[in-house]
């Protein structure tokens, strides 16, 4: 459990900050005037002003914000605009969204980073070989009697080769697939249940197993690529998953809320510093994807206020921005219960 807390501490810090940050270098560059750096949400644990901004770490690793002079934001207070030049109003649109989309960017460049360097120390990470790398307590696979490093020689009588084709068989299989495996040289024959999942619109089969990962050498320009190629991926998935839910073949029991990262945290900690890392990289592209989503309180809402206020040329009221904000804030405290209920009743078996 401390593993756990602690391992989601750091995640969250981590991305907290460096999102935060970006917001508020971007305003620092253009000349807006930050009120306040807020990592985490009240109550405070301490409080530091430097120059002209207030510096504060908070209870509540949900998020932060930075208060820019003249701005409606996550703070929720009402901010009088007088237009002098430090304010976020007296701004052009081109340096407003910058500013807003400048913690998604410091996300987007922090995973990247981090998964170039994993690339280079670890290697490029490759699933060729029908080898099981890890079977998932308490899933068929596991109760069955399945076991890493097991090689599954055939599903239900097919040959297999590849992993591709383990997938293959077993989503396509009915309530039972029979795998025959060879472990440490002996020929193992084990009937594995099987489990029904949504996919999309549709339904597959699991049965609750990874495969190896091998990695080989690669040099800067794979890595790069790599690294890249992960983030939009990631980004692509996320898109989908976000479109199906809007047009009702998606469900929220697939979201994982504060609760589920936490425990992922954990299990990516035990796993050692390499897995660790990559799992701040998803989580960083995943935060990043989310707050870019035109939706009240996040980033991407700001941003397409001041779409709105650039096309009708006249800046909308105070009033209206913190009851826009106060709904949307609202709104998204509910969805994280509703998807914190999900993520308990997954992790304890309800």
Request: proline fraction near 4%; hydrophobic fraction near 50%; charge should be negative.
């Amino acid at each position: 459990m401390l593993i756990t807390i602690l391992s989601f501490v750091l995640v969250a810090g981590v991305i907290i900050t460096i999102h935060e940050f970006g917001h508020f270098i971007a305003a620092r560059l253009t000349g807006m005037r930050v009120k306040k750096f807020s990592i985490g949400f009240p109550p405070r644990i301490f409080t530091k002003q430097i120059g002209e901004t207030e510096f504060s770490l908070s209870w509540i690793p949900l998020g932060g914000y930075v208060q820019i002079a003249g701005m409606v934001d996550e703070s929720m207070e009402g901010e009088a605009i007088t237009g002098a030049p430090d304010e976020f109003m007296s701004k052009n649109p081109a340096q407003k969204i910058f500013v807003l989309s400048a913690g998604v960017i410091m996300n987007y460049i922090t995973a990247i980073l981090i998964l170039f360097g994993l690339t280079l120390v670890v290697g490029m990470p490759e699933v060729n070989r029908a080898v099981i790398g890890e079977a998932l307590a308490g899933k068929p696979a596991a109760t069955a009697g399945v076991m890493s490093d097991d090689v599954i020689r055939a599903v239900d009588g097919r040959s297999v080769e590849v992993w591709d084709d383990v997938v293959k068989h077993i989503t396509s299989a009915g309530d039972t697939v029979q795998l025959l495996l060879e472990r440490q040289g002996q020929s193992v024959t084990i009937a594995v249940p099987t489990e029904e999942i949504a996919a999309g619109d549709s339904t597959r089969r699991v049965i609750g197993i990874s495969p190896k990962v091998e990695f080989r050498s690669a040099g800067v320009g794979e890595a790069a690529g790599n690294a890249v190629a992960f983030c939009w991926n990631t980004t692509t998935n996320l898109a989908g998953f976000i479109g199906n839910l809007v047009t009702g073949n998606g469900s929220l029991s697939q979201l994982s809320g504060p609760v589920g990262v936490a425990q992922l945290s954990g299990e990516s900690a035990r796993r050692g510093a390499g897995e660790f890392l990559f799992f701040i990289a998803f989580v960083s592209v995943s935060i990043g994807f989310l707050n870019i989503l035109p939706f009240p309180v996040l980033d991407g809402g700001h941003i397409v206020i001041v779409i709105i206020e650039a096309i009708i040329r006249r800046p909308i009221s105070t009033r209206v921005k913190l009851a826009i904000q106060q709904a949307g804030m609202a709104a998204l405290l509910l969805l994280i219960v509703v998807v914190s209920y999900h993520d308990i009743l997954r992790i304890f078996g309800g």
